[in-house]
């Protein structure tokens, strides 16, 4: 079954330094998304990405966030200063023709932590 | 804005025993619903759906029916086991943009 992958799994890092969560969707998916969860509490809409641009964000993607798809095939998320609130699982979801139809698939996550 | 509210947990049941989750939710236009369920250490993942009002979303012995009258899309199962233990995640999507997901309800189930 076709799996949305994400790298790494987990990622330490210091206060104030840059990092770039990566992920490969589904290849014949056109939706892209992020999501966090804080502590395996709710899960938080960051953004979400069709046809090479944002479709939508939230309040929480400001101008320290990023997201790219650089090559057709990885999506990424960069988070330009980290913050400590910004430790939480990060996971990318992609869908075929946007979730009202199918829904999502997730990928297992990368937990971020920030020391 | 659209809102989903699930039944608080946790929710501590015997192997054998029937589940049932409650979900209820508010929405502009006609949104799609959808249980995910979240192992230890996993990502999410979509157990069932349904896209229009009665239709019933059935999957691993799982059962949730969209009741357009109530706004409430209540997961059930008649059965569980040891290995249903894990996250349920209730949450309705309106287009192709964000969904929106309920706090989760933490499920154990006791041998």
């Known amino acids: 079954e076709p799996e949305v992958t994400q790298t790494p799994s987990h990622q330490v890092t210091q206060m104030g330094q840059e990092v770039i969560l990566r992920c490969v969707p589904i290849s014949n998916h056109l939706y892209f998304y992020w999501y966090r969860q804080i502590l395996g509490q709710k899960v938080e809409f960051l953004v979400s990405?069709?046809?090479?641009?944002?479709?939508?964000k939230s309040e929480i993607f400001d101008d320290q966030f990023s997201v790219e798809r650089p090559d057709g095939s990885n999506f990424t998320l960069k988070i330009r200063s980290t913050k400590l609130e910004d430790s939480a699982m990060y996971f990318c979801?992609?869908?075929?023709?946007?979730?009202?139809?199918?829904?999502?698939?997730f990928g297992s996550g990368t937990r971020l932590t920030v020391v | 804005g659209n809102s989903v509210t699930q039944m608080e947990g946790p929710v501590t049941l015997s192997e054998e025993a029937f589940l049932t989750i409650n979900c209820t939710y508010t929405?502009?236009?006609?949104?799609?619903l959808f249980w995910y369920v979240q192992y230890p250490g996993e990502g999410l993942q979509l157990l069932l759906k349904?896209?229009?009002?009665?239709d019933k979303g059935s999957n691993k012995g799982f059962e949730a029916t969209y009741r357009k009258e109530t706004t409430s899309f209540h997961l059930e199962k008649g059965s569980v086991q040891v290995s249903d233990s894990a996250v349920y995640f209730c949450a309705l999507s309106v287009y192709a943009g964000k969904s929106t997901f309920g706090d989760g309800t933490t499920l154990t189930v006791k041998p």
């Open positions: 979801a992609s869908s075929a023709q946007g979730p009202a139809n199918y829904g999502y698939t």
């Open positions: 349904a896209t229009k009002a009665d």
């Open positions: 929405a502009t236009g006609y949104p799609s």
């Open positions: 990405f069709y046809n090479n641009e944002i479709s939508e």
